[in-house]
């Protein structure tokens, strides 16, 4: 498992089996030093919140701001349910729908009976609102789910849905140690991105995170042994 990490960490940790990738230093014994933990990439940038349905244009998409501007013509609510999903992928037919983008729209709750029709959305981002993870759970072919700057701090135990999700973005939240344990519900999950979340402690036990390959922790306040449950995680 690769891990990226700032000097918010300890100089040393024990190893977590399967670290594939070290940079300037070699392991000595079971400790690895933070110069050998390669950084896999930057910092993930803060997204920007709107405060109204006004156009606007959302990084990464060249259709988002025409798209935002369909949604603030079709959609007048923060409910994330059919009719917002339709309008910000501007199709007709959920089951046509496969990527949505609906950062910054101050999006309170979602309607998860509504969302169960959507059944080949496989990404979702929902950036800069203040929706629950669990909400979500029931977007059945879902594999990347953007949820960074929604306030989050604690997730109920996700012990259905998510089946297939293989990239959570839970960055500038403020998640609890229970919240990650959560997380560990979701079978396929690979990356993980918890950066500038104001960590100070991790699940003792991560051992049931068993797909993970990847995980972020960048700016967070992880100090001495609370690294130590790293070392669970299989690979």
């Known amino acids: ?8 960490l300890p100089r040393t940790f024990p190893v977590p089996a399967g670290v594939k990738s070290l940079s300037r230093s070699s392991t000595k014994g079971s400790a690895i030093s933070l110069e050998s933990v390669e950084l896999i990439s930057s910092p993930p940038k803060k997204p920007q919140r709107f405060t109204s349905l006004s156009p606007a244009v959302s990084a990464g998409s060249s ?4 798209s935002r501007s369909l949604v603030s013509r079709q959609w007048n609510g923060n409910i994330l349910d059919r009719m917002a999903l339709l309008a910000a992928s501007r199709m007709d037919d959920p089951a046509d729908v496969h990527v949505v983008l609906l950062s910054g729209y101050d999006i309170q709750w979602a309607s998860e009976a509504e969302l169960a029709e959507f059944t080949a959305l496989k990404r979702l981002d929902v950036s800069a609102n203040n929706i629950k993870v669990e909400q979500l759970c029931s ?3 879902l594999q990347e789910l953007q949820a ?8 109920a135990p996700l012990v259905r849905g ?4 293989t990239v959570l973005n839970l960055s ?10 959560s997380l560990s519900y979701m079978p396929k999950l690979a990356r993980l991105l918890l950066g500038f979340n104001e960590i100070a402690a991790l699940p003792k036990d991560m051992s ?3 797909s993970l390959e990847f995980l972020d922790l960048e700016r967070n306040n ?3 042994d609370a690294v130590v449950p790293l070392s669970t995680i299989p690979k």
């Open 139 to 141: 977007l059945s072919a």
């Open 172 to 181: 500038y939240n403020k998640l609890s140690p229970s919240a990650i344990a």
């Open 63 to 66: 259709r988002s701001g025409s």
């Open 1 to 8: 498992m690769l891990v990226s990490s700032t000097g918010s």
């Open 208 to 210: 049931s995170f068993r």
């Open 222 to 224: 992880l100090k001495n």
């Open 162 to 165: 998510f089946q297939e999700l």
């Open 148 to 155: 960074s700057c929604n306030g989050i701090v604690h997730i």
